[in-house]
């Protein structure tokens, strides 16, 4: 399911949705995390990719506010 959870994330980062593509982002890294470890390169590719999607978020929220 963590191949999932991270494709579904990088659909909706495609699309704008970058609140809830870190949600997906997240899910996947704690999926791998468990599965692989948490050093390997699919857990650390899942939370980078996560914490970029939320620091665009808030980019975004603050600039439409």
Known sequence: YADAHFNLARALVAKGAHARAALHF?????????RLGPEHD???DAIEQAEDAEAIAKATENLCQ
């Not at 997240?26 to 468990?34: C, N, S, V, W």
Request: proline share 0%; charged share 35%.
């Open 42 to 44: 699919d857990a650390l």
């Open 26 to 34: 997240r899910r996947a890294h704690g999926l791998f995390a468990e």
